[in-house]
């Protein structure tokens, strides 16, 4: 005969077995998305021998193919063919062409603190550039200090941050020290993590100096990212 009380306690023993065995039934653990493969990059990412520094390869499987050079519809209809438009949010540099064209490039922009925008003009462009450290870094470096303008910079070649090319931007005929300009390491493309200058790989770089005119306007979008920006990584 099965009492109340005999009901009850067969009730939870039931219930108790039914906890304990729920794990051993599981048909099957919750499956991790793995990260879609990035293809092979395009040659012209290959090592670049004709400089008077070398340049290595970038490496496979680091930069995202949204971030490779590549010709796109231009989605800045109303800048004059030769602006250059950087959008710190998406990463993004492009270069207006003719009949509705552009060539994009992935790009390093201005992390917290540091972040500009607004329009200037590209007033010169140098190849395999000195980097003259200015003041406010090196208030915040002083082991910068022996790089300085009054020290005469960073000579050019591998290490100097500036890479094979830079491009200086001014503003009312004064220098913004802002620049565009190579060394981005691969795994920062795309990423808010310099001092404010646009950084592109040296491959990216060369390419758009060849196609960029003296006097061009650039155009730096507005940041919308949130303002606590961790800011890491190196460069300027």
Not at 119 to 142: E, H
Request: glycine fraction near 10%; aromatic fraction near 8%.
């Amino acid at each position: 005969m099965i009492t109340r009380r005999t009901f009850v306690a067969a009730s939870s023993a039931m219930a108790l077995s039914a906890c304990g065995l729920a794990p051993q039934t599981r048909s099957h653990a919750p499956v991790e998305m793995m990260p879609e493969p990035i293809p092979p990059l395009p040659a012209h990412y290959g090592a670049i021998t004709d400089e008077p520094y070398p340049i290595p390869a970038v490496p496979e499987g680091i930069v995202p193919q949204r971030l490779w050079r590549q010709e796109v519809e231009n989605p800045y209809p109303h800048e004059p063919v030769g602006t250059i438009v950087i959008d710190p949010d998406a990463g993004y540099l492009h270069l207006v062409q003719a009949e509705g064209r552009a060539m994009r490039y992935g790009a390093g922009t201005g992390a917290a603190a540091f972040e500009w925008q607004g329009v200037a003009r590209l007033q010169f462009c140098r190849s395999w550039p000195r980097w003259k450290v200015p003041d406010t870094m090196i208030a915040r470096r002083p082991d910068l200090a022996p790089y300085s303008v009054a020290n005469g910079g960073m000579n050019p070649g591998p290490g100097n941050p500036l890479g094979a090319r830079a491009l200086y931007l001014f503003q009312n005929g004064e220098d913004t020290l802002y620049r565009i300009h190579g060394a981005c390491e691969p795994h920062y493309l795309g990423k808010a993590v310099s001092s404010g200058c646009i950084r592109l790989l040296d491959h990216d770089v060369i390419d758009l100096h060849r196609r960029v005119k003296h006097g061009a306007s650039v155009r730096v979008l507005p940041s919308h990212r949130p303002s606590a920006m961790d800011g890491q990584g190196t460069a300027l």
